[in-house]
C-alpha cells in the first residue's frame, strides 16, 4: 500500500488536513516518504552487511572442515 493510499485511508490523517493548510500536509507527507526511503536503503545496506558477514563465516568453516577431513584421510 502506497503512502498516500495509506493516509487516504486514515480518518486521523483526514482530521489533520482539515486543519492545516495542503501545502503542509504535502510536506509532511515528502518528509514521510524520504524519512521511508531512508529507512529502507539502510535497512537493505545491513541485510547485505549481514549476508557478507555470512558467507564469509561459511567459507572459513568450509575451509576448517575440508583441512580436518583432509588430516583424517591422510
Request: net charge negative; no cysteine; proline share 0%.
Amino acid at each position: 500500500m502506497s503512502l498516500s493510499q495509506l493516509s487516504h485511508n486514515n480518518t486521523t490523517f483526514h482530521l489533520l488536513r482539515e486543519h492545516l493548510n495542503d501545502n503542509t500536509m504535502e510536506d509532511l507527507s515528502i518528509a514521510n516518504s524520504l524519512s521511508f526511503a531512508t529507512s529502507q536503503r539502510s535497512h537493505a545496506l545491513d541485510i547485505t552487511g549481514l549476508e557478507m558477514h555470512s558467507r564469509n563465516i561459511f567459507d572459513r568453516v568450509a575451509l576448517a572442515v575440508a583441512g580436518i577431513q583432509e588430516a583424517l584421510d591422510a
